[in-house]
T-cell receptor
């Protein structure tokens, strides 16, 4: 079982829809969770960063963490064509005295005008 | 703030040649830099972690003699793909981090697309 599982999609929605992106993880030691957005042929950019269980909101984006079920979600309200990108969830894992990000496969989202 | 640049953005080379990719943190000093490889429709795979002034730590399965990493200063790390072959064609992305904890934010560069003919 991979440490971070993410449905690769693709996911296609109409403009204005609410989008739900999800990941599950298997490592109970994971404490922090990030969501990155990656446009085609570009590097990822950090969208949201959460630590504890619960919700964190930033504009149209809400990150949700449920540590009891090892489930993390990213919700996008009033989705726009500019939100079309691949969304990656990630969590740092301690290894050999350092910490490294473990990424999900990414979900490709297309928002149609 | 927190801008990371990569150069070149796209490189095409012949099989057997070496290619150097630069990663720079433009407005901050990066204690740690990471190099990733991403194949089409795949997620980022960590290749190595480098700290300024010390040898890079490579992930299992990554050949350290083929992918040479130099982290000469707190703002510059280079990845050299030696004797490149077509299977090395990929999207190489670096990231820079201020601290060494996984909770410290990694800022990613725009990536370098390598095509080996």
């Amino acid at each position: 079982q991979k440490e971070v599982e993410q449905d690769p999609g693709p996911l296609s929605v109409p403009e204005g829809a609410i989008v739900s992106l999800n990941c599950t993880y298997s490592n109970s030691a994971f404490q922090y969770f990030m969501w990155y957005r990656q446009y085609s042929r570009k590097g990822p950019e950090l969208l949201m960063y959460t630590y504890s269980s619960g919700n964190k909101e930033d504009g149209r984006f809400t990150a949700q963490v449920d540590k009891s079920s090892k489930y993390i979600s990213l919700f996008i309200r009033d989705s726009q064509p500019s939100d079309s990108a691949t969304y990656l969830c990630a969590s740092p894992r301690s290894q050999g005295g350092s910490e490294k990000l473990v990424f999900g496969k990414g979900t490709k989202l297309t928002v149609n005008p | 703030g927190a801008v990371v640049s990569q150069h070149p953005s796209w490189v095409i080379c012949k099989s057997g040649t070496s290619v150097k990719i630069e990663c720079r943190s433009l407005d901050f000093q990066a204690t740690t830099m990471f190099w990733y490889r991403q194949f089409p429709k795949q997620s980022l795979m960590l290749m190595a972690t480098s700290n300024e002034g010390s040898k890079a730590t490579y992930e299992q399965g990554v050949e350290k003699d083929k992918f040479l990493i130099n982290h000469a200063s707190l703002t510059l790390s280079t990845l050299t793909v030696t004797s490149a072959h077509p299977e090395d064609s990929s999207f190489y992305i670096c990231s820079a981090q201020v601290g060494t904890s996984g909770s410290d934010t990694q800022y990613f560069g725009p990536g370098t697309r390598l095509t080996v003919l």
